[in-house]
C-alpha cells in the first residue's frame, strides 16, 4: 500500500488507510513509537498505554520487590512521627 508523505505545519504527517489501521488494530488516540531501522521508518503501537488502578499495583508487590523502611533522620520541624 503506498501513501505520500505531507507536509503537517513545519512537521511531516502520513495518513494511515482505515484497513491498515484496523489490521494493526490502531484507532485515534493510539500511542505510537517511531523509530528508524536499517533506514527504514518504523511504526509500532505502544501495548501498556492503559492506566492501572492502585489494587493492580499493589497486586504486583511481592517479597523480591519490596523494599525495607528507610530512615528519614531526625525530625526537623513539627512532624509527628
Not at 489490521?23 to 531501522?37: I, P, Q, R, Y
Amino acid at each position: 500500500m503506498h501513501v505520500r508523505v505531507q507536509k503537517w505545519g513545519n512537521s511531516l504527517a502520513v495518513r494511515i488507510p482505515k484497513p491498515l489501521a484496523e489490521d494493526a488494530e490502531v484507532k485515534e488516540g493510539t500511542v505510537l513509537n517511531l523509530a528508524v531501522s536499517e533506514g527504514k521508518v518504523v511504526a509500532t503501537p505502544v501495548q501498556n498505554n492503559k492506566k492501572l488502578s492502585l489494587r493492580q499495583l499493589l497486586a504486583r508487590v511481592n517479597r523480591k520487590n519490596l523494599h525495607a523502611e528507610v530512615d528519614s533522620g531526625r525530625p526537623v520541624g513539627r512532624e509527628v512521627w
